[in-house]
C-alpha cells in the first residue's frame, strides 16, 4: 500500500520527524515559501494534517485538502483547529491530551513560585555583582498558605490544585459545575468572585469562542493590585488589552504567562514591563512529553488508516 500523503504544519523535533517521514509521504507547509502556490499543488493528495496545539489548521487549509479525512494535533488545546470545517466534511480530529498535564501543571507552579519570590531577578542581583554592591535582594511574597484561584478545574487545573494543596493554600476554582472530587475546594460559579478571594488566579480552562476573555477588566480588577495573574491555557481567555492596561498602572499586581495573543510576535507593551514572567509557551516542553505527544500523534494517524478507533478523539 502507498503511504498517505500528509500535511505537516509545523515543525517537531528529530525524533518525531523520522518516524512520520517513514509511515507517511509528509509536505512541510511551514518549509514552503510560497504557501497558498503549495497547498494548491499538494493538497488533492493530502488525506492527514499533522499540526501543533497554537498552529492547528484554519478553514482555508482544510478547504485546499480535499480528500482530508484526519487532524492529528500535537497538543491538548484544539481551538486553532476550524472544528465547523472539519465537522461539515466528516474530517476527524484528534489531539494529545493527559501525557502533559503534569508539565504543565509543574510550569504553572514554577512561574507562580518564580514570580512571588523574584527569583529571575534575584539570579540577576548575584550575576551582575548587585549582591556585592548593594547587600541584601529585596524582599518578596509568600507563597504557601495563600489563597490561590484556579479557573477551570478540568485535568489541568486538577493537577495545579493538587500541587497548590501541597504548599497549604487555600484554593477555591470556578467552572461550569462543582466537580465531586474538589470537596476539598470552595466552588465559586462567578469569576469575578473567585479573583476577588484570590492571591494567585490561575487560568487553566481549554479555550474556546464561549471562553474568549472569559478574564475580562473586572476580573483582573477584582484580583487587585496585590493579586498574581497565572496563563498557562490560551492566550484568547485573557482580555490582554485590559490585562496591559492593568499591568501598567499596577491595579494589577503582576502576571506570569506563558501564551500571548499573536505569539511568538507578543505585543511589546510587555516587554516594557518589571511586574511579568514571560514564557515561550513551552508548559508541554520537556523531553518526556514531548515524546510521549509525538507518539500520540502518530499512533492516532495510525490508528486511523488501520481502520482501528482512534486514541484520542476530539471529533
Ligand atoms: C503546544 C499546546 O502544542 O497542548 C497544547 O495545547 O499548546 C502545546 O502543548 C506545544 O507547544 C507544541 O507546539
Not at 111 to 130: E, K, N, P, Y
Not at 160 to 187: H, Q
Not at 245 to 257: I, Q, R, S
Request: hydrophobic residues 45%; charged residues 25%.
Amino acid at each position: 500500500m502507498q503511504r498517505p500523503h500528509i500535511l505537516q504544519i509545523g515543525p517537531y523535533p528529530a525524533w518525531d520527524e523520522e518516524p512520520l517521514n517513514q509511515a507517511f509521504i509528509v509536505h512541510r507547509y511551514f518549509d514552503a515559501a510560497d504557501k497558498p502556490s503549495f497547498l494548491a499543488e499538494v493538497g488533492p493528495r493530502i488525506r492527514a494534517i499533522a499540526t501543533r496545539g497554537e498552529l492547528g489548521a484554519s478553514r482555508p487549509m482544510i478547504a485546499a485538502c480535499p480528500s482530508l479525512e484526519v487532524v492529528s494535533v500535537y497538543g491538548v488545546g484544539f481551538d486553532a483547529v476550524d472544528l465547523a470545517a472539519c465537522r461539515e466534511r466528516g474530517v476527524r480530529v484528534t489531539n494529545t491530551p493527559d501525557v502533559l498535564t503534569g508539565d504543565v501543571a509543574d510550569l504553572g507552579i514554577a512561574m507562580m513560585l518564580a514570580l512571588s519570590r523574584g527569583v529571575v531577578g534575584a539570579q540577576r542581583w548575584v550575576h551582575d555583582g548587585s549582591w556585592a554592591a548593594k547587600g541584601l535582594y529585596p524582599l518578596q511574597r509568600r507563597v504557601w498558605g495563600r489563597r490561590a484561584g484556579v479557573l477551570g478545574l478540568g485535568r489541568i487545573g486538577h493537577e495545579v490544585a493538587k500541587r497548590l494543596a501541597g504548599f497549604g493554600m487555600d484554593i477555591a476554582y470556578c467552572g461550569p459545575t462543582r466537580k465531586d472530587f474538589a470537596s476539598n475546594w470552595e466552588f465559586i460559579a462567578d469569576p469575578v468572585r473567585l479573583a476577588e478571594r484570590s492571591d494567585f488566579l490561575f487560568v487553566t480552562l481549554a479555550a474556546s469562542p464561549a471562553t474568549r476573555h472569559i478574564v475580562n477588566k473586572d476580573v483582573i480588577a477584582a484580583l487587585g493590585e496585590e493579586g498574581m495573574l497565572i496563563n498557562i491555557s490560551r492566550a484568547s481567555n485573557i482580555d490582554e488589552d485590559a490585562l496591559l492596561d492593568a499591568l501598567e498602572k499596577k491595579t494589577l499586581g503582576c502576571a506570569a504567562l506563558d501564551v500571548f495573543e499573536g505569539e511568538p510576535k507578543l505585543n511589546p507593551r510587555f516587554l516594557a514591563l518589571d511586574n511579568v514572567l514571560l514564557q515561550p509557551h513551552h508548559a508541554s516542553g520537556t523531553v518526556e512529553t514531548r515524546k510521549a505527544m509525538g507518539k500520540l500523534v502518530r499512533d492516532n494517524l495510525a490508528a486511523h488508516f488501520a481502520g482501528q478507533p482512534l486514541l484520542t478523539p476530539v471529533l
